[in-house]
């Protein structure tokens, strides 16, 4: 199911903005349980392609509901993007996924995280390893001209049980392979610079299985045309469940690849996509 909301012309209202007000552009559901939208930017809002903020909405008693979530779009962009959950009876999402453009959220313009590129080793290629929602920040370093920059090979493996779930990353994706700008500063064969893997687990499609079985099996190294992975030429970023971030840490480190973080770069490192076992 896809619900395109366009832009709206004027905000519902520029008066009367909360603390830390930001309003909302563009809505755009995926499925019954994923949604995408785009809120403007705090003038003041430097971030690195892969931080997460605190988003929310006003809660009873005036105490608002805040949860961390990744920015989706690239560091150069005018406004915000993110990609978010619906989780059911969650008390930010059940009601965040109402939202229509013109609406306010909250919005605390104080990035941080581990996914950013100053947290890894130069390399020749760099693998972002995603689960559902924990392509979000994949989204914005896919988006960051610097990425391709620092690597000359990028792998996108995203992994959900059902096809529909991939929508976002796919069409994302799709539309970077034949972005102008990026095929202008990084030629013609850009295209090819940019490798996706996409895989279900729990309904047929094209390509299949955990990204931990595809890693150990060698399927897709096969698949794609490449070395399996080596200290020497990958690096990595992982972002899903903690169940999935701690068994790709083990998969990795058995490629003999380790941890790093922003204070010391190394080959790979994690961030989790959610808190909790999931839903
Ligand atoms: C560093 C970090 C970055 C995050 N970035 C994003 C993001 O970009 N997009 C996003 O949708 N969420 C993201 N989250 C999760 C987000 O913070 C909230 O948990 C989510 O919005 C649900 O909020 P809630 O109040 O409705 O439910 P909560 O009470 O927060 O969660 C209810 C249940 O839903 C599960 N759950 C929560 N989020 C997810 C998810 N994304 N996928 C599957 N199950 C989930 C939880 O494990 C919990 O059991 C991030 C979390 C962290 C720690
Ligand atoms: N996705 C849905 O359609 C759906 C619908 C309703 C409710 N939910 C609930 O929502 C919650 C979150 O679901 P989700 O689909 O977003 O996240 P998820 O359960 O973490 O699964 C996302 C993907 O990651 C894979 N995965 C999970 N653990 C892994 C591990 N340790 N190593 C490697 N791969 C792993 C899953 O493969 P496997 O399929 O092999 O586990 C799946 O393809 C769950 O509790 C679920 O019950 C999901």
Redesign the pocket.
Known sequence: MTLDIPVADEPKSTANLMPDAQIVTAVRHWTD?LFSFRVTRPASLRFRSGEFVMIGLPGEGGKPILRAYSIASPSWDDELEFYS?KVPDGPLTSRLQHIRPGDQIILRPKPVGTLVLDALLPGKRLWFLA???GLAPFASLMRDPETFERYEQVVMMH????AG?LDYGRELVGSLRHDPLLSEMFGEGFAERLLYYPT???EQGARMG???DNLTSGKVFADLGLPPMNPAEDRAMVC??L??N???KAVLEGFGLAEGANSEPREFVVEKAFVG???
């Open positions: 349980r959950i689960t559902g929602t992994t959900c049980r059902e779930e279900t687990t729990r955990r990204i931990t899903g469940s169940a999935f701690v068994d790709v076992e999931g839903i």
